[in-house]
């Protein structure tokens, strides 16, 4: 046999026993183990109301009320204000399309949307525009960013308590119980998990 | 505690963990490349494939070997690719398009993980696992074995062999990456990182909506991603995304393992070459590189220039709560100082200065430290370099580490370096050229062309990370970045391993007076001087043009 088709047929082979242990085998054992070990980690941290799944602790979803008009791709959908809300999303929470909306620091696009957000987001809340803060107003990097920052839950307090007719200190211990530290005390950012929250909120009464 | 003290916290104990992985690590990685033992298994591994485990190869040999693992798994890939939607564990995804299969098939191969389609919706569990992540562990392997045959050149005296090539790639699989994979997948998945074979799981959501939870192997995946700096998300959104980079400390671990192989190799060169003070210089400018980088970027996105930002009031587009500015930006640099390209914030929306250090940073040819093995080998070209400047200033033939740098290792060393530039600038400029091309930007004018100079950057020097507003899933940027990602991988590989032979030739030349220290502090400020004017002076009207205008502006 030529020296180049042996070559070749070394490669292959060497391929093949190489997608057998580290494609075939290596990923079913480590399925196994985190399955055995920490199933609800393993299967996405998924979160239940009243027995019924709601989504995944992980990944944040859009509180919005209904469209007027399903059909009309058009129609911007309006936050509900019975709900706390997450930051503005890239791809509408929706885990078909992750990502971001890679507008550029000076974008014009970007620019405009930062203002139209900090008018909309002030007068949903009833807070002065210049203290929205700048996580309210940016989409995040995943468009399933389940956090927020702690000042922007707690600007919004006052206005889930009047919509849903419960007490604002009440809301307030909810904020602060579902707060995320930093993980190991300097890792990362605080936040405040949404889905958690709401999930928390829909329970009062 | 506040943001700052966190943001130090969290840069010391990245560094203090790789610090204490350099020793161990870097020597086993050396007993790895040079012991004549075989493990029972890898020799009924060799019978099976047909390889003589005792038998050094020549230079040309072990180069063949490379090219023809890395064509065969280009056209498996690309198999496995257009047929999945025939395989298991499809999910229902389309059927994809012949130039972003090819494209997608040599960016795996190629150690790059440029990705033009978006993970969950264009590929199938099987071929995550049995492709992509095969490729992350095995093109991560042939970047260190590469570099093992290099350091055998200095370390081998009158022999025309470099070292087995399908030894190296085994055993640096199997004893070296797998373990670690293992190990970190599992503290992943015992985080949140998502490890399971379901598809797209429908929840009715609080208010009553729809929402499809996604699964996958993601776990297992992730690690290899990282440790392999390849840099393939499983998802679109990448690191970004809460099932594969849930929290703060799931980033710390992630930022580590891109890391953790490529900055303790140096002292497997210093191991192997039998002076551990020469790993310590190489080392040393490794680290100088990517603190600054890191500080200048945390810093540049903490002030949060640009209208856009201004007006939010930091610099957020883009980034995710739990990660912060301290957080994305240490990856940021990371990312793009090594060949891995994964991305927990998209660079695209970064600070003009902080997003065009990301591209500097490519530029620098992704040696501090760089990918898994090529960042030393590119590195240790740059030192070859050095010597030679030093040696031209006192008029005397330049050696480096006992072997004569002739005309001969000159003109490899010189091809290196020429090679990636070219490709970058002559991509690039060809797209600006094109009104097609220049149509896929998503952003305009300096911006504008700082994605397309991204692109070609990221995909000569095998990032695979990308200002992600360019439109690339068309013929046009398939085919050229294709290209890009197949000349910027092994063109650079035929001169290494070229001058592996070259060295490994000659006779060693007993340091005199008049030899240039090569472990002293001395050097790593030559040195580091060479790897700024070579890149500096080759990209500096490229930058001028992108992120330097805008950021002046």
């Known amino acids: 046999m030529p020296t180049f088709l042996r070559t070749h047929l070394t490669a292959l082979r060497m391929l093949l026993v190489m997608t057998v242990i580290l494609g075939i085998a290596y990923p079913l054992l480590i399925t196994g183990i985190s399955q055995l070990a920490f199933p609800a980690k393993a299967n996405g941290s998924v979160v239940k109301a009243d027995g019924k799944e709601i989504g995944s602790s992980l990944l944040g979803q859009s509180f919005d009320l209904p469209k007027q008009n399903p059909d009309d791709p058009d129609e911007q959908a309006q936050p509900d204000p019975k709900w706390f809300q997450p930051r503005p999303s890239a791809g509408g929470y929706d885990p078909k399309s992750s990502g971001a909306s890679n507008l550029g620091p000076n974008s014009d696009e970007l620019l405009k949307a930062v203002e139209e957000r900090r008018a909309a987001v002030a007068a949903f809340d009833g807070v002065d525009p210049a203290s ?56 990362g950012q605080p936040g405040v998990n949404v889905v958690l929250l709401n999930r928390a909120v829909a329970d009062l009464k | ?113 440029w990705q033009s389609y978006s993970g969950e919706s264009a590929m199938g569990h099987l071929v995550q696992m049995a492709g992509l992540a095969v490729q992350n562990f095995v093109s991560a392997a042939v970047g260190i074995a590469v570099v093992a045959a290099l350091i055998r050149g200095f370390t081998r005296n009158r022999t025309d062999r470099v070292g087995n090539f399908w030894v190296d790639l085994t055993r640096i699989s199997l004893r070296l990456l797998l373990p670690i994979a293992i190990v970190f997948a599992l503290v992943l998945a015992a985080n949140g990182v998502v490890q399971n074979f379901h598809g797209f799981h429908e929840v009715t959501t609080l208010t009553g909506g729809q929402q499809a939870v996604p699964g996958g192997p993601v776990a297992s995946q992730e690690v290899i991603k990282l440790l392999g700096t390849n840099g393939g998300g499983f998802y679109n959104a990448n690191s970004a995304h809460p099932f594969e980079n849930p929290t703060g400390f799931t980033n710390l671990v992630e930022i580590f393992l891109i890391l953790v192989i490529a900055f303790s190799l140096p002292r497997t060169f210093g191991r192997m070459v039998g002076d551990h003070r020469q790993g310590y210089a190489i080392v040393a400018v490794m680290g100088l590189f990517w603190v600054a980088s890191a500080v200048l970027i945390t810093f540049f996105e903490h002030q949060h220039g640009g209208t856009a930002l201004q007006a939010a009031g930091a610099a957020m587009e883009g980034k995710e709560q739990r990660l912060g500015i301290a957080g994305s930006s240490l990856f940021a640099a990371s990312t793009t100082l090594t060949s891995t390209g994964a991305v927990n914030s998209f660079h695209d929306s970064y600070t003009p200065f902080g997003g065009g250090l990301t591209i500097f940073n490519m530029m620098l040819g992704e040696i501090a430290p760089g990918g898994t093995g090529s960042g030393l080998y590119g590195m240790l070209i740059l030192a070859i370099v050095a010597v030679f400047v030093a040696g031209l200033m006192v008029g005397r033939t330049p050696e480096y580490l006992g072997k004569k740098l002739g005309g001969r290792e000159m003109k490899f060393a010189s091809l290196y370096i020429l090679t990636t530039p070219t490709i970058v600038l002559i991509g690039a400029g060809t797209a600006i050229a094109l009104p097609g091309e220049r149509a896929g930007m998503l952003n305009s004018g300096a911006h504008g062309f700082s994605e397309v100079l991204y692109a070609f950057t990221s995909a000569a020097n095998n990032n695979g990370s990308a200002f992600g507003g360019i439109t690339v899933n068309t013929a046009w940027y398939d085919t050229a970045l294709g290209l890009a990602m197949v000349f910027g991988r092994f063109l650079p590989m035929v001169f290494v391993l070229a001058l592996a032979g070259s060295l490994a030739r000659q006779q060693p030349v007993p340091a005199s007076a008049g030899t240039l220290p090569t472990h002293k502090p001395l050097f790593v400020g030559l040195l580091s001087g060479v790897v700024l004017i070579v890149v500096g002076l080759t990209y500096f009207p490229a930058l001028a043009l992108g992120p330097i205008a805008e950021g002046l502006h």
């Open chain 1, 132 to 187: 929205v803060p700048p996580d309210a107003l940016t989409a995040s990097g995943s468009g399933l960013d389940p956090q927020i920052s702690v000042a922007y839950a707690e600007q919004q307090v006052k206005r889930v308590a009047e919509a849903r007719g419960v007490p604002a200190e009440r809301l307030e211990q909810l904020v602060a119980q579902y707060t995320d530290g930093r993980s190991l005390g300097f890792l």
């Open chain 2, 1 to 113: 505690m506040s943001a700052t003290l966190a943001g130090w916290l969290q840069a010391v104990a990245l560094v203090g963990a790789l610090a204490l992985c350099y020793r161990p690590l870097g020597d086993y990685i050396a007993r790895l490349l040079t012991t004549a033992k075989h493990l029972r298994a890898e020799k009924a591994l060799y019978r099976l494939v047909g390889v003589d485990g005792d038998a050094d190869q020549r230079w040309p040999v072990y180069l063949r070997s490379v090219l023809a693992f890395s064509a065969l798994s280009v056209l498996f890939l690309y198999g496995l690719i257009r047929l999945q939607t025939h395989l298991l564990l499809s999910l229902g995804v389309p059927e994809m398009e012949a130039h972003q299969a090819w494209n997608t098939a040599i960016s795996f191969t190629a150690n790059t993980n």
